[in-house]
């Protein structure tokens, strides 16, 4: 059992560092990708400069926060798009037949399909939320719970697409709908959480896992609590947990598009 | 001009023909329009699937506004509540309304995949051929988008106050001189993948600059030092211009507008000449 753990560990670890190869060939391009995200990132504290001059907080927020909030939200989505970028485009896979060239490998077909690709801007998100957690000075103790909440965000938006993607195996145009959903997710998911209030609050916590993968972290950050910290943990695991019995229950109605494909 | 004449018609200076009447060179680009235009006319579900992304914005935006703004009847940069957010309103119609970026992203592909080679030989300016492609394509998204964004905002923050509806030509011509210049300054930042791989980058830039500055706030909102500055950039013809006639309308405003959005598009239109001639010389195509 552990011996098939470390093996497909190691599997993992070698596609993402082939992946990162690949899009290392153009150096330039490489690292214009993720010097630019970095920027682009960074222009949107206009945004937020602007709001705190018309008022002392947003939300509840103070700009500290905020800051904490938008460093979780770029560190979690960029991880997950570095580490596993083709679960958020799992629904074209599945709609196009393209799984079989996975299939037909013998490892781990969920690890090979989601490790399959990585997304080289997704690089300038990761940094730029660590940059702007540590340009708060957290602490060592709060940098250690940003990095642990990364992870646990980084599970909670995979888990996310990969749960909507698999759903392409029962609904058409889900991928259509799979992009929508997350990038939603991550559009509520940059502003603090006391603008929404009611049923939108409660679809936020509950329905759209916004609130488990940034909000409470970003509470537990400002104030410890560790009650809410494993609940936050707990919630990554049943999801992901969730997404993949959904992955491979679906698997079983996977039609083949019958597609010659090599992949190198 | 004799040599170009053949049986099947006559030939201008550069080759093209045309069989009798008059030369003009505008049809084919509306040809081009009206095909883009039937295929996305088929296609319109579609389009009503990218409603849901549009929902959200404006719903974290009402709730947003609805936070800064604690008393009613309160002004923010001389904006009630619902001006700021039926400006946000339309300048997010406008941003999803276009898609410019799909046409943006086409071009960059064209020239990076060396399809290029095929498209820049063709009767056509290339340029021009994606403007036009681009002008069908919002043809049909911004109606649906309009539709939506006032059916959302009368349900949402309710009628728009002191509303022109004689205006409404006007309002609409502004906003087409906006979309214009947009998919000219991003086809422009396309035309750099002729020397850099990949121009995608400086696109997110563009793309930020106006969602920042221009979609979410409008420029009275900044100090007042910026303003000025502001009101030189693209973002004054491309989205505040159109919005602040939408949601306060002024005859003098509108000259205004009217006037920087000819000067910019002239611009526009120049310095994309001049990137596509000098680009065209640096195209390297690898057979295949």
Known sequence: MLTAVKNELRVCLLSMKYNMMREMVNKVTFLTNVCFMVLNNASILVQWFILFRLREDVGGYTFREILFLWGLVAASFGLSHILFARAFSLSDLIIKGKLDSYLVQPKNVLVSVITSSTDVSAIGDFLYGVALVCACRPGVGGFFLFLLFTVTGMAVFTAFALLLGSLSFWFVRMDMLQGQMVMSAVSFATYPDGIFEGISRFLLYFIIPVGMAVWHPVHVMVSFDAGMLFTVAGYACALSAAAVAVFYRGLKRYASGNLMEARL | MEKYRDKNGSRNQRGWRYRGGSYKPWRKYAVIYRSVLMENLQYAANVAMGFLTYFVFIFIFVKLWGYMYRMPGELIAGYTKEQMIWYVMMTEMMFFGSNA?????????????????????????????????????????????????????????????????????A??????????????????????????????????LYDKLILVVGVMFPVEIFPRTLQPLLKMTPIY?????????????????????????ILYLTAGFVLMNLIYRKGVKKLYVNGG
Not at chain 2, 138 to 149: D, G, H, K, Q, T
Not at chain 2, 174 to 203: M, N, R, Y
């Open chain 2, 237 to 261: 013809t491309v989205c505040y211009g159109p919005a602040k006639l939408i949601v306060d309308f002024s005859p003098e405003k509108c000259l205004e507008i009217l006037a920087a959005q």
């Open chain 2, 171 to 204: 309002m609409a011509v502004c906003v087409v001189l906006g979309l214009t210049i947009h998919a000219v300054f991003k086809l422009c930042i396309s035309l750099f993948s002729f020397w850099i791989e990949d121009a995608t980058p400086f696109q997110w």
């Open chain 2, 101 to 169: 970026a799909s046409v943006a992203g086409e071009a960059a592909r064209d020239i990076r995949g060396g399809n290029i080679a095929y498209l820049m030989n063709r009767p056509y300016h290339y340029a021009l051929y994606v403007l036009s492609k681009y002008s069908g394509e919002w043809s049909v998204r911004l109606p649906m988008y309009a539709l939506l964004a006032v059916v959302l905002g009368t349900v949402m923050v309710g009628p728009l106050p002191r509303f022109r509806l004689a205006a409404v030509p």
